[in-house]
C-alpha cells in the first residue's frame, strides 16, 4: 500500500503547535534542517515502511530532496515526496482531478494522512482512503495504524 503523509500541521507545527518529538537535529544538520517532527511521527513512519511504501504530499514548495534528506536524518526513508509543482503539473494533464487540493489517486496513493477534513473529502471523491488526524489528537498514531489495519 502506499500510505502518504502531509506535511504542514500534520507532521510540521506551522499555524498551531502540538507535541513535536524531543530529540531535534544538532549540528550541523540542525542548522540546514530547523523544523520539527511531530511526536510519534519518525516511530509510526519507520513501522509502517516495513510493509508499505511511504510518500509525502504536502501542497507547498519545499524541495523534495530536502524533504527526503531531513526524514532520512530521522531514520524515515521516503518513497516519493509530491509537492505542489508536481501536483500542478499532474492535474494540468488530467483535468478531471484540477479541483482536487491533492489529486491522491493520480499517484497511486492508497491512503493519505492530513489534518484537513476537506482532503478526506476529497480523496473519498476520488476513491482513496484517508485518515484526518487533528493537530490536537494524542492519539493519532493509533488512529493511523487502526486504518492500516
Not at 478526506?120 to 492519539?139: A, F, H, K, L, M
Request: overall charge negative; some cysteine; proline content about 5%.
Amino acid at each position: 500500500m502506499r500510505i502518504a503523509f502531509d506535511l504542514d500541521d500534520t507532521l510540521i507545527p506551522t499555524t498551531g503547535s502540538f507535541a513535536v518529538g524531543e530529540r531535534r537535529l544538532g549540528p550541523p544538520a540542525g542548522l540546514w534542517f530547523r523544523e520539527a517532527l511531530r511526536t510519534g511521527a519518525p516511530t509510526l513512519m519507520q513501522t509502517l515502511a516495513k510493509d508499505h511504501e511511504i510518500w509525502i504530499y504536502t501542497t507547498s514548495l519545499r524541495n523534495p530532496w530536502l524533504v527526503k534528506a531531513w526524514l532520512r536524518l530521522w531514520g524515515v526513508r521516503i518513497g516519493e515526496v509530491v509537492n505542489q509543482d508536481d501536483h500542478r503539473e499532474a492535474v494540468a494533464t488530467n483535468q478531471r482531478y484540477s479541483r482536487f487540493s491533492k489529486a491522491s489517486r493520480l499517484f497511486g496513493i492508497d491512503l493519505m494522512i492530513d489534518d484537513l477534513p476537506g482532503v478526506g473529502i476529497e480523496c473519498e471523491r476520488q476513491g482513496c482512503r484517508s485518515v484526518i488526524v487533528t493537530p490536537d489528537d494524542p492519539e493519532w498514531v493509533e488512529k493511523v495504524l487502526a486504518s492500516v489495519q
